[in-house]
């Protein structure tokens, strides 16, 4: 899946691509982030992204991200959530 940093205005719900932002790998973007990830909204007017997400680092510093998602990203939250369950 592919992932991009976007800039979002929280009053406003504005969502723009960041000028410096070059696409990533989503699955990579989560781990550089511990997997410390959510979902904000729905994006329906950002080329093929279709979602929103909030990322946050060690210092709890806040970014997000625009994402392509398919049916990876549903395979990696139940891998992730049969990890913490210890079913791996």
Known sequence: MKSIQAEFEEISKKITIKKDGKEEDWALVCRKFNDDVSRICDVMDK???????????????????????????????????FDNLGLK
């Open 47 to 81: 080329e093929d992204y279709t979602g929103l997400f909030e990322c946050f680092d060690d210092d709890n510093k806040r970014c997000f991200y625009l994402v392509k998602e398919d049916k990876n990203l549903y395979r990696m939250k139940h891998k992730h959530f």
